[in-house]
């Protein structure tokens, strides 16, 4: 299987540059299994697709303002995109330099302090941040919240809440899970009067997530690293509700990947999920079968993205790539900032190759 299977063509213009003033707002394509027609709906009109005992599992991670700008002692400048805090003042980061800098190399940051160059991992620098407080409590000051490159736009005062979920409260993430944008307390509120449940997962989003595939055969391509916990009350929570015939409906692709990162083989050859913390480079594409959900709320992702990749896996390649085209004509807003889908399992046999 091939990168470019996965490639479509996007006019520039319907990729959304800010969010809308409502976060229910967006509209919501609904992918029913299959090869049956669309619908074209609202957010807000959520809760008429959905039924009591229903289960509803969001990421709550939280951006953290990840974007720094500073100098290296040396005169060029450098800026700094966090992608994963270590623990005390260390951090894995991304470096936007002319040339690259040595270990032991500082750099004066713009907001105050230095950043001590540790080493190198691959395409990531470690730094050691010397700022007068916690690195987590410097960064709500100093730091600038990391929109995704394809919003052309310099962050402002708006973004600090509206790239946040409403439920966001684990703080580590360089990169919304974009699906649980379109949630505000006012919609929650419906959903538990009509009898969904809610869980989460944490999955902290990476800057990796924006990096291209760089190769065309699939099989050579290595997945980034991202930290998850599937905790376990919510694995009892999906446990009850497939129990009492519920759905599990994915509030995002992180969720997903968590999920089926937390999924194992048991003793009788069967797939179940368990709790599980830690790091994943799990890669879904299609052939790949995903069962941790019965449904997947998502966004349009970027032509030969590792996530159009996943969506592909769980609603059929075609049927995604007709949906896409929906859309289009339809003039939907694409990536963070824009509309979403409501997907539902394949039931036809695993694609062939684009022609």
């Known amino acids: 299987m091939k990168k470019s ?20 707002g967006s509209r919501l394509l609904v ?12 957010f807000r009109e959520l809760p008429e697709l959905l039924r009591a005992g229903d289960l509803l599992v969001f990421n709550d991670t939280r951006v953290i ?24 003042s ?8 002319s040339k690259s800098p040595r270990e032991g190399a500082r750099i004066v940051l713009d907001a105050g ?12 620098y470690l730094l050691r941040f010397h700022v007068p407080e916690s690195l987590e409590q410097w960064l709500l000051h100093a730091g600038r919240l990391p929109l995704p490159p394809y919003i052309q736009r310099e962050p402002g005062v708006d973004d600090d809440e509206r790239y946040q979920t409403v439920f966001a409260r684990e703080v580590g993430a360089v990169a919304a899970p974009t699906a649980g944008l379109h949630f505000d307390e006012a919609l929650l509120d419906q959903l538990r009067e009509r009898g969904v449940e809610f869980g989460h997962v944490t999955l902290h989003v990476g800057a990796g997530t924006f990096q ?3 190769v065309d055969s699939l099989d050579q391509h290595v997945m980034h690293s991202e930290w998850l916990n599937v905790g ?118 695993p694609d062939g190759p684009r022609q």
Do not use: C, W
Not at 282 to 299: R, W
């Open 212 to 214: 291209p595939v760089r």
């Open 31 to 42: 992918v029913p299994p299959g090869g049956s027609g669309f619908e074209d709906r609202v």
């Open 232 to 349: 376990a009350t919510l694995v009892e929570q999906i446990r009850r509700t497939r129990e009492a015939g519920g759905r599990v409906i994915a509030v995002g692709t992180t969720v997903v990947r968590a999920l089926e990162s937390a999924t194992r083989t048991n003793e009788l050859g069967e797939r179940e999920l368990q709790p599980f913390a830690g790091e994943t480079r799990l890669f879904i594409l299609p052939g790949y079968e995903i069962v941790s959900v019965d449904a997947l709320i998502t966004n349009f992702h970027l032509p030969e993205s590792t996530l159009l990749m996943m969506v592909s896996a769980f609603a059929g390649q075609a049927r995604i790539f007709d949906a896409y085209a929906h859309a289009i004509d339809q003039r939907y807003r694409f990536f963070s900032y824009g509309d979403a889908m409501m997907l539902f399992p394949r039931r036809e046999q």
């Open 5 to 24: 299977d996965f490639h479509y063509d996007l006019p520039p213009e319907l990729i959304a540059q800010a969010p809308l003033p409502e976060r229910t």
């Open 113 to 124: 302090g230095e950043a001590e160059v540790l080493g190198r991992e691959g395409e990531f």
């Open 65 to 88: 303002p990840a974007r720094l700008f500073g100098q290296k002692s040396t005169g060029g400048r450098v800026e700094i995109l966090i992608e994963r805090m270590l623990g005390g």
């Open 90 to 97: 260390d951090a894995r980061v991304q470096l936007g330099v």
